[in-house]
C-alpha cells in the first residue's frame, strides 16, 4: 500500500515538476520569513500596518483614510473574522477600541496571531496564484522547463517578490493578481477571445489596482493592442464581430464594476483622498521624497542608470545575464506573437515607472512579471531554433548554471530582514545596555506606550517623538537615542526639500529649522553598527547589498554625562 501510494507520488511529481519544484523552493525561502520578530503587537517588515489596518478599516465601515489600496482588507477578513469571533465567544476581545490594546485581553498573543495568520495566509495566496499561473502559461509552450526556469529567474528568485509572499503589504496582491491577468491576456492571444476570458482578465486587473495603483497603466497598452486585434478579426465575421462587442461589454462591466465596488461606492470622499495622494501628490514627488528628476538632483543618465540597477536587483545577477543574452537575441529569433507579449512591459516602463522621476526598488517587480510572458516565448524560440545538439547542451548547462547562482542570490531574502532596525536594536541591546538606561527609538511620531516589543522584553522605553524631545526639558530626556542612517538622513535632508520640511511640520510638528542634529540636543555618537551578511554570502557587491549596509546603519547616540 506504501509502495502503491509513493508510486503515485513521484509520477505526480514527473508530471507536474515544473510547477510544484519552484513552489517548494519559494516555500523554503519564505518559511524563515513567516516567523521574523514574533511575538510582537506589530509587523516589523517595514510600513506593514495589517493587521489593525483590516480592523480599522472595517470598523469605520471603510472611511477611514490609508494611501493604500484595500483589498488586502478583502482578503484577510474572513479568517480575521473566524478568529476574532472566537475570541468574542471565549472573552478575549469584547470591547473594540481603536486605540492600545484594542479591546484585546492579551494583545502581545492575540495581535501575534493575527500577523502569523495574515503571513501564512499571504503565503498559501501565493503559492496557489504561482500554481495556477505555471500551470497554466502551457498556452505558451509545450516545453513546460522552460516556464519553470523564466519563472524562476524573474519571479521565484526575485528578492522582492518573496518577500511580499509573506509580507502583509500590498504589493503581494498587486504582483498575484497581475499575473492571473497576465495569463488570461495570453490565453486570448494564443488560443482565442472568449467572453468568459474577457471579463476575468478584467476583475484580475482590478483586483491587481485595487491593490496598489502603481500596476495600473500595465494594462493600458495590452487592452489597446488587443482591442485593434480583435476587431481586425471580426470585421468580416459577423458571429466574431458580435462576439467582440459583447467581450467589450463585459471587460467594461467587470473592471469598472469590480474597481468601483471595492474602491468608490462606500467611500468616495476617501477613495478621491487617496487619489489625490499619489496622482500628483505626496505619494509620488520626488520634491518630497528627493534624489529624483523633479528635484533637480538627477541628470537623465543617471536617472537611467538608477533604473538598470534597480532591474537588476530584481532579476539578481544570474537572471540579469539570462535575460540581457534572450534580448540580445530576440531580433534574431522572435518567438510566436512577440509583437503582443512586448506590450505589457513597455506599458508599465512608459507610462507607470519612468514618468515617477524617482527610483525605488520595489516599484520594478511590476515590470519583471510583466516581461514574464514574453521571455518564456523567446526561451521557446532560441530552444525551437537551435537544432546542434552540442550547442543546446551548452545553453541549457549554462542556464542552469545562470538558475542556481541566481538561487544563491535569493538567500538574501531572509537574511535582509536581519538589517530592520527592530532587529538591530534589539541585538545592541542585549549586549550593551542595561535595562534601566531610558530608551529612545527616534520616531516623528510618539510611540504608543507598551505596544513596542521593548516593553515585554523588560526595557525602559522613552515614546517622545522627535519634536517632543527637542521641546523636551534636557534632565528628562532619554539616557539613549536609536537612530536609522537612512531615517535621519531623510530628517535632515528636509533642509534641502521645502516641500519635505512642510510635510513634517504638517505631520509631525517637525520643524526643521529647530534641529540641526541628535548631538545638537546634548548627545554623542557612542557606536555605528552596520548589519552584516554570513560568511557564506558572497554578494555584498550587489547594489542593493551595499545600499542594505549604508542605509541600515544603526547610530547610537549616548547623553552626554548619562551615567549608567
Request: glycine residues 6%; contains cysteine.
Amino acid at each position: 500500500m506504501k509502495l502503491a501510494v509513493g508510486s503515485r507520488l513521484l509520477n505526480w511529481f514527473r508530471t507536474y515538476w515544473w510547477v510544484i519544484a519552484p513552489l517548494l523552493f519559494i516555500t523554503l525561502y519564505c518559511i524563515p520569513l513567516v516567523t521574523f520578530l514574533l511575538p510582537a503587537t506589530e509587523s516589523y517588515f517595514g510600513e506593514t500596518y495589517q493587521p489593525l489596518r483590516a480592523l480599522k478599516f472595517f470598523a469605520s465601515k471603510g472611511q477611514d483614510y490609508h494611501k493604500y489600496g484595500p483589498l488586502p482588507n478583502f482578503l484577510l477578513a474572513p479568517t480575521y473574522t473566524l478568529t476574532l469571533a472566537n475570541w468574542y465567544i471565549l472573552g478575549t476581545f469584547t470591547s473594540p477600541s481603536t486605540d492600545f490594546p484594542y479591546g484585546f485581553e492579551n494583545p502581545l498573543r492575540q495581535l501575534s496571531f493575527l500577523i502569523l495568520q495574515g503571513r501564512v495566509l499571504f503565503l498559501i495566496l501565493a503559492l496557489v496564484t504561482f500554481a495556477i499561473t505555471l500551470h497554466q502559461f502551457t498556452c505558451i509552450t509545450k516545453r513546460t522547463y522552460l516556464i519553470a526556469l523564466a519563472f524562476m529567474l524573474l519571479i521565484a528568485t526575485n528578492i522582492n517578490d518573496l518577500l511580499y509572499s509573506v509580507n502583509t503589504r500590498p504589493d503581494g496582491p498587486m504582483v498575484w493578481f497581475a499575473l492571473l491577468s497576465l495569463l488570461i491576456y495570453c490565453k486570448i492571444i494564443f488560443d482565442k477571445l472568449t467572453v468568459k476570458r474577457a471579463f476575468w482578465m478584467s476583475v484580475f486587473a482590478s483586483l491587481a489596482i485595487t491593490s496598489k495603483a502603481l500596476i495600473g497603466p500595465m494594462f493600458l497598452l495590452p487592452y489597446l493592442a488587443l482591442g485593434i486585434q480583435q476587431y481586425i478579426h471580426s470585421r468580416k465575421n459577423p458571429e466574431k464581430r458580435s462576439l467582440f462587442w459583447r467581450s467589450i461589454a463585459y471587460t467594461l462591466v467587470a473592471g469598472f464594476g469590480t474597481y468601483l465596488l471595492l474602491n468608490v461606492i462606500y467611500a468616495p470622499s476617501t477613495w478621491y483622498e487617496q487619489m489625490t495622494h499619489w496622482v500628483g501628490g505626496e505619494g509620488t514627488s520626488s520634491a518630497i521624497w528627493g534624489g529624483g528628476l523633479a528635484s533637480g538632483e538627477l541628470s537623465y543618465t543617471t536617472y537611467l542608470t538608477q533604473i538598470a540597477i534597480a532591474i537588476l536587483n530584481n532579476l539578481g545577477p544570474g537572471g540579469t545575464i539570462v535575460i540581457l543574452i534572450t534580448l540580445i537575441l530576440f531580433p534574431f529569433m522572435p518567438g510566436k506573437y512577440w509583437y503582443m507579449l512586448i506590450i505589457p512591459p513597455i506599458s508599465v516602463f512608459f507610462l507607470a515607472l519612468l514618468p515617477l522621476g524617482y527610483v525605488v526598488d520595489r516599484f520594478y517587480i511590476v515590470f519583471t512579471l510583466a516581461l514574464l510572458p514574453f521571455i518564456i516565448s523567446q526561451f521557446d524560440s532560441i530552444s525551437t531554433r537551435i537544432h546542434r545538439l552540442p550547442l543546446k547542451y551548452i545553453i541549457n548547462a549554462a542556464a542552469l548554471i545562470l538558475l542556481v547562482f541566481n538561487m544563491y542570490w535569493a538567500t538574501f531574502a531572509f537574511i535582509r530582514p536581519q538589517g530592520n532596525p527592530q532587529a538591530m536594536i534589539e541585538h545592541d541591546l542585549q549586549n550593551n545596555v542595561n535595562k534601566n538606561t531610558s530608551i529612545n527609538i527616534l520616531s516623528l511620531h510618539p510611540q504608543v506606550p507598551g505596544k513596542n516589543r521593548l516593553y515585554y522584553l523588560g526595557y525602559n522605553l522613552n515614546t517622545h517623538s522627535l519634536a517632543q524631545i527637542i521641546n523636551d526639558s534636557p534632565i528628562t530626556r532619554p539616557g539613549i537615542i536609536y537612530a536609522n542612517k537612512g531615517q535621519l538622513d531623510f530628517i535632515l535632508d528636509a533642509q534641502k526639500y521645502p516641500q519635505r520640511a512642510q510635510m513634517l511640520i504638517k505631520e509631525s510638528d517637525l520643524d526643521i529649522g529647530q534641529f540641526t542634529s541628535i548631538q545638537s540636543l546634548g548627545y554623542q555618537l557612542k557606536r555605528e553598527v552596520s548589519p552584516t551578511t554570513p560568511i557564506w554570502f558572497k554578494l555584498d557587491f550587489m547594489p542593493i547589498v551595499h545600499d542594505w549596509h549604508t542605509r541600515n546603519t544603526l547610530l547610537v547616540f549616548e547623553r552626554i554625562n548619562n551615567t549608567f
